[in-house]
């Protein structure tokens, strides 16, 4: 198959406000000042936003620690981390743990759930799409993710090739576009201006109303088989694509960011993640690392490239 390179840092313009030490606020039974739990700072990959709102609230209302969530991509982020070393948390998708880790800027990483391609088409399916090979119909106007600049774009040549289509004809013959962002070619459905959108079952659960989602197993990569290589010369496997969150060594709180994480991986916030569309498969939801290390068995994901 023909391996993609995949850009590590994207450009990057995020303005962040930090919040320091914790503050005192008054004990409703006596009056006396108690410490407030001080906010923990998580940046999250726009893909897991949502969940990640939902998940903090929860969060804050169980154990009253609060937690700000940063957005944005999730290059732009770890771009961030990197060069400003202030967070506590980061929650990314593939292949951005393992690069985290690489460049000494985690102490711990946990896979929490997955992520899986689909074809997003209007609510009933008017133009009666059944088959990913359906999408090289004269007749639809088609969005992908952008082949360059998203994950989801990387994993796109070799899921049209194993259908027998070549992505790079199929986009020159004018019917198929692309946008950077998955949720936005979503919503290219969703306003009438596209029939379809290869993008991730996420995105199609937070746009239940408007959209529905059709399968392409037959076609996704194979599990730590199907490869692409980076500008760096790692070679990466394309599937399973999984969501993670790490501890950043640059947090001013370890112990509790290390909490937070650890609720992410507790059976009591699956049932979340299974609303928001994340595919959760019992195989993949480990810790990976434990102090910026690789745990035993967890499966080499980044290797030299051949």
């Given at each position: 198959?023909?391996?993609?390179?995949?850009?590590?840092?994207?450009?990057?313009?995020?303005?962040?406000?930090?919040?320091?030490?914790?503050?005192?606020?008054?004990?409703?039974?006596?009056?006396?000042?108690?410490?407030?739990?001080?906010?923990?700072?998580?940046?999250?990959?726009?893909?897991?936003?949502?969940?990640?709102?939902?998940?903090?609230?929860?969060?804050?209302?169980?154990?009253?620690?609060?937690?700000?969530?940063?957005?944005?991509?999730?290059?732009?982020?770890?771009?961030?981390?990197?060069?400003?070393?202030?967070?506590?948390?980061?929650?990314?998708?593939?292949?951005?743990?393992?690069?985290?880790?690489?460049?000494?800027?985690?102490?711990?990483?946990?896979?929490?759930?997955?992520?899986?391609?689909?074809?997003?088409?209007?609510?009933?399916?008017?133009?009666?799409?059944?088959?990913?090979?359906?999408?090289?119909?004269?007749?639809?106007?088609?969005?992908l993710t952008d082949l360059k600049f998203s994950t989801l774009g990387h994993l796109v040549p070799t899921i049209f090739a194993k259908a027998g289509m070549d992505v790079n004809q199929l986009l020159a013959g004018g019917h198929f576009q692309t946008h950077r962002s998955g949720s936005q070619a979503g919503n290219m459905?969703?306003?009438?201006?596209?029939?379809?959108?290869?993008?991730?079952?996420?995105?199609?659960?937070?746009?239940?109303?408007?959209?529905?989602?059709?399968?392409?197993?037959?076609?996704?990569?194979?599990?730590?088989?199907?490869?692409?290589?980076?500008?760096?010369?790692?070679?990466?496997?394309?599937?399973?694509?999984?969501?993670?969150?790490?501890?950043?060594?640059?947090?001013?709180?370890?112990?509790?960011?290390?909490?937070?994480?650890?609720?992410?991986?507790?059976?009591?916030?699956?049932?979340?993640?299974?609303?928001?569309?994340?595919?959760?498969?019992?195989?993949?939801?480990?810790?990976?690392?434990?102090?910026?290390?690789?745990?035993?068995?967890?499966?080499?994901?980044?290797?030299?490239?051949?």
């Amino acid at each position: 198959m023909k391996l993609a390179v995949l850009p590590m840092v994207a450009s990057l313009s995020l303005g962040l406000v930090f919040v320091g030490c914790s503050k005192q606020q008054a004990s409703p039974e006596a009056g006396a000042l108690v410490p407030e739990l001080a906010p923990l700072v998580c940046h999250v990959g726009g893909t897991m936003r949502p969940v990640m709102q939902e998940l903090a609230k929860r969060y804050e209302e169980k154990t009253g620690q609060k937690i700000e969530i940063n957005s944005a991509g999730s290059g732009e982020l770890l771009a961030h981390i990197e060069l400003q070393k202030q967070g506590d948390l980061y929650v990314c998708h593939d292949p951005f743990l393992d690069v985290l880790m690489q460049k000494n800027l985690g102490v711990d990483g946990w896979t929490i759930a997955g992520l899986t391609p689909v074809i997003a088409v209007p609510k009933g399916n008017p133009k009666g799409i059944k088959d990913l090979k359906d999408l090289g119909r004269g007749d639809l106007e088609v969005y992908l993710t952008d082949l360059k600049f998203s994950t989801l774009g990387h994993l796109v040549p070799t899921i049209f090739a194993k259908a027998g289509m070549d992505v790079n004809q199929l986009l020159a013959g004018g019917h198929f576009q692309t946008h950077r962002s998955g949720s936005q070619a979503g919503n290219m459905v969703v306003t009438g201006n596209a029939d379809a959108a290869v993008v991730w079952n996420a995105v199609v659960a937070l746009r239940t109303k408007d959209l529905d989602a059709i399968p392409i197993t037959p076609y996704l990569p194979v599990p730590y088989v199907d490869a692409m290589t980076t500008a760096t010369h790692k070679s990466y496997v394309l599937a399973p694509v999984r969501v993670s969150v790490a501890t950043l060594q640059c947090s001013t709180d370890p112990a509790a960011a290390k909490a937070f994480a650890e609720y992410l991986v507790s059976p009591e916030v699956a049932e979340v993640l299974r609303e928001f569309g994340f595919t959760m498969d019992h195989d993949v939801i480990r810790q990976e690392y434990a102090a910026g290390k690789a745990l035993p068995g967890t499966k080499d994901r980044v290797k030299d490239a051949e």
